[in-house]
Structures are given as C-alpha cells and as structure tokens.
C-alpha cells in the first residue's frame, strides 16, 4: 500500500494554468482507469473534483481537467482563482490489492 | 441529497476502543460501497477500510488490520467503524464516504468528519 507520489507544492498567479502530477506504478495508475482527484480547503472534508481519470461531477468547473500517460496522471486547473488555494490528493485503485491509495497530497498556493 | 454524518469520535486512553457511526440519508444506501478514510493532523489521506453493498466483501489498510471492523446496517442506513487496540497513531478525523461505483475506490460523497485523539 505505497503512497502515490505528488510535488509538496506547487503555486501560480490568478488567470494562469498549473499543473499537479501523480505518479504510481503499474499496479495501480498505470494499469486502471479508476484516478481521482480531490480538493481539500482547510477545515474542510475533501471534494472530488476529478474521477476516472478525467471526469468532472455534475457542478465542477471545466477549469479542472484530468489526464494520464503510463504511470503518470495529472491535473491541470485553467484560469487560477483565489478559490483554488487548497490541497489537492489524487487517488488510485490499486490492483493487488484492491485498495484505494492516495498521493501525499499537493498544496496549491495562488499568489 | 446525500448526506452523510459521523459520530462517536473522542478522547480515548492507548489501548482503548471507540465504535464510529455514519448515518446515511439521501440516497439508496444498500446500493454503494462505503468507505472509511482518515486524516490525521496535517498530514494527508489514508483509506483505512472499504466495504460492499451486502457486506461481505470487506478490506483494510495494514496499518489496521486486526484492530478495527467495518460493518454496515442497509435497514438503518448506516455504516459504522469499530476500533480496538488504539494507538497514538490513529489519532486522525475520520471520514465516512460513498464510493461513485462498485469497487473503484472512487469517492463522490463525504461527511464532515469526526475527530479520534488517542492519548493519555
């Protein structure tokens, strides 16, 4: 049940796009559709904001896109907002076991 | 709309048990997998235990197993979490969630939470 691998942090200005990477193995994002993403405010429960890899729930903003190539996956939020300063954890099935794990997380700070 | 509320967290002595509820309302409850995460201070999210719809298919982290039970009740829309043989390191919030589908640990709806401190 390793940790999915995510930058610590990562920042940019409002109207700029970042990006968050996610980096597992083969036994888990590189092998299964089944990535999300959720967004956590402190205080806060999380949010998901990006399921199977790039689909948005009914109610978030297209500004938050998802993709994935090999064992890499990664969200890009378009168009900064104040209101995207959060932590972000991607999540993935992971095979072996059939367990869910999560990344370490990724404070976004917007400047 | 769905809705989902923890109780039963509190101070609890190492060595010690807690039993963690969550009532569900909102939706047909006996339809989705539920899960158990946890949060502890500062740090990031861990998925401790998942269960199925019948409650037969049941799984947990390493870090839990043989300690804590999940278990659900489909009549009373609930899920809960039994906690045994507490250690400082399951200090945490613990958050009930559904999960979007039939095992692909994908979550799309959580409670707000409920705080476990275990110490002396």
């Known amino acids: 049940q390793s940790a999915l691998t995510q930058p610590a942090s990562v920042s940019g200005s409002p109207g700029q796009s970042i990006t968050i990477s996610c980096t597992g193995s083969s036994s888990d994002v590189g092998s299964y559709n089944y990535v999300s993403w959720y967004q956590q405010h402190p205080d806060k429960a999380p949010k998901l904001i990006i399921y199977d890899v790039a689909k948005r729930p009914s109610g978030v903003s297209n500004r938050f896109s998802g993709s994935k190539s090999g064992n890499t996956a990664s969200l890009t939020i378009s168009g900064l907002q104040a209101e995207d300063e959060a932590d972000y954890y991607c999540?993935?099935?992971?095979?072996?076991?059939?367990?869910?794990?999560f990344g370490g997380g990724t404070k976004l700070t917007v400047l | 709309q769905v809705h989902l509320v923890e109780s039963g967290g509190g101070l609890v002595k190492p060595g010690g048990s807690l039993r963690l509820s969550c009532a569900a309302s909102g939706f047909t409850f006996s339809d989705y997998y539920m899960s158990w995460i946890r949060q502890a201070p500062g740090k990031g999210l861990e998925w401790v235990s998942y269960i199925s719809t019948s409650g037969y298919t049941v799984y947990y982290a390493d870090s839990v197993r043989g300690r804590f039970t999940i278990s659900r009740d489909n009549a009373k829309n609930s899920l809960f979490l039994q906690m045994n043989s507490l250690r400082a390191e399951d200090t945490a919030v613990y958050y009930c969630a559904r999960e979007i589908a039939a095992a692909r640990r994908e979550l799309d709806y959580w409670g707000q939470g409920t705080l476990v401190t275990v110490s002396s």
């Open positions: 999540c993935s099935y992971e095979g072996s076991s059939t367990f869910g794990v």
